[in-house]
């Protein structure tokens, strides 16, 4: 696939975590603008807004299908759902596949369901078959849609821990249990790029592949890599959050190109929004439309002055241009250690921070602080990060902001309805 479109090396998920990083990509909006900053689970009286739009409910007035089958992940209440948020079809589970009672660290979630629309059709389903269950949704859909626009989102359980893969890929790979699931999901998406050959939709179609965050480090042999990247999942370093991005529209996207300029998933949003001629959310999206670079037009820079990156509702860095300020601030990491094997994570130490200065188009691993040397930058991305935290707050200086939104709450929802 990255040989027929565009790679994105600086690409970024909004958040380190789950929840977040998923309510950045349906709303186009920083999760502390929508209140979803931080991970929500099974007890959780929260969700998505319904004054919020999502991406198919920008792209369900031009007539498009729309279906989610995987990990959702905003809210598990039946107003939170996809079917509430502009989706027509939904199968998978409404939160992580580690929140259920054997969670190799917690016993205190309760059994897992399994949903389908609104109904829970099923507890601590078989998840050796979740890869392929959503993927024969997905194909489906598109069978059943190939005469009408449409838009799929497909947000796979794996590989998120606990791991399991089908028999079918099951020891089939030199990595391990992980390499095993990660050779189902390339399994996957080549059945849904098959289908769009198969079917004539492959030069109408744009594919997009992206990650919600890093590895999560402290599980070892069964999470991922980083690569050069400084730390992984639940960090604001770029191990946290720059993902691994592709892009595939045939005749629309040259293939085989790189694309070197910031960008993020809130940036799906806008641009879907421009190719299909849509409105774009009322309210006000953090998120721009980045047609110019997915198609390698000449001299495209990235549409944003600069990136934030929030951890919870504090503000801990700024990107613009090459440059990435570390504002004070304490992170989990192995400190060097080795994770965990065989599903078992190994424990996080305390990491701290000062203000710091990187320039990431010389050292990708956040290693070199080169403040000193540039006290302009500093003073120029720290007067970003102000503005940033009138708008949207920082708890690390106990500011609130000025524009976050209410998310959905339980009550709230069915007294209005």
Known sequence: MAAEGVRFTDF??????????????????????????????PAAEIGISADEQTIAEVLKPLGYATACFGKWHLGHHPEFLPMRHGFDEYFGL??????????????????????EGERVIEYNPDQTKLTTWYTERAVRFIEKSKDRPFFLYLPHSMPHVPLFVSEKFRGKSERGLYGDVIMEIDWSVGQILSTL?????????????????????????????????????????????????????????????ICRQPASTMDVLPTLAHLAGAEPPKNRIDGKDIWPL???QEGAKSPQEAFFYYSGWELQAVRSGNWKLHLPH????????????????????????????????????E???????????????????????????????????????????????????
């Open 330 to 365: 304490n992170y989990r990491t192995l400190a060097g250690r080795k994770g965990g094997t065989g599903g078992q994570p190994a424990k996080y130490e305390q990491g701290k921070i000062g203000l710091a200065l990187f320039d990431l188009e010389k050292d990708i691993a």
């Open 197 to 257: 050959k198969r079917l004539d939709l492959d030069e109408k179609t744009l594919v997009i592949f992206c990650s919600d965050n890093g590895p999560w480090l402290s599980y070892g042999d069964h999470a991922g890599s980083a690569g050069p990247l400084r730390e992984g999942k639940g960090t604001t370093f770029d191990g946290g959050q720059r993902e691994p991005t592709l892009m595939r529209w045939p005749g629309r996207i040259p293939a085989g190109t």
């Open 367 to 417: 290693k070199h602080d080169v403040s000193a040397e540039h006290p302009d930058v500093v003073r120029r991305l720290s007067a970003l990060a102000e503005r940033m935290r009138e708008d949207l707050g920082d708890s690390a200086k106990k500011m609130t902001g000025r524009n976050r939104r209410a998310p959905g709450r339980v009550q709230a929802q069915r007294q209005r309805e």
């Open 294 to 296: 997915m198609s390698g």
């Open 94 to 115: 409404p939160y992580s596949n580690d929140m259920w009672p054997h969670h190799p660290t917690s016993r205190r979630y309760p059994d897992l369901p399994l949903v």
């Open 12 to 41: 970024y998920a909004a958040a380190a975590s789950c929840t977040p990083s998923r309510a950045a990509l349906m709303t186009g909006c920083y999760p502390q603008r929508v209140s979803l900053p931080r991970v929500i689970g």
